[in-house]
């Protein structure tokens, strides 16, 4: 299985993907390193399934032409300035992101 992490500064909205991707009960709150150690959990990607695309009946992998590929998400505490220096977390976010197949940065958006 895939897994994929989720990367950004403190309170970007990081561990609010998560919750809404994997339905999984974490702690989101308004304050810096809310997540101290990374959240696991596994979402569904909806894909189309090829099934149909190359005509072949009796798919048991899809429903409808559809398929639900599961995903690892891991929700990895905020990056800081200075991390590099021990600031925050230290370089221990790292270890997390470097288990990852590929990152998601999530950037905060500002809406007035």
């Given at each position: ?111 007035e």
């Amino acid at each position: 299985m895939i897994s994929i992490a989720l990367a950004g500064k403190p309170n970007s909205g990081k561990s609010t993907f998560f919750k809404a991707a994997t339905m999984a009960e974490v702690e989101i709150a308004n304050y810096p390193f809310t997540t101290i150690d990374a959240n696991h959990g596994i979402a569904h990607l909806r894909i189309e399934c090829s099934c149909q695309e190359l005509n072949i009946s009796g798919c048991k992998s899809c429903f409808d032409g559809v398929r639900f590929v599961p995903v690892e998400l891991i929700d990895v505490a905020g990056l800081v300035p200075d991390a590099h220096k021990g600031r925050g977390l230290g370089n221990e976010f790292l270890g997390h992101l470097s288990r990852a197949h590929a990152i998601i940065h999530v950037v905060e958006t500002l809406l007035e």
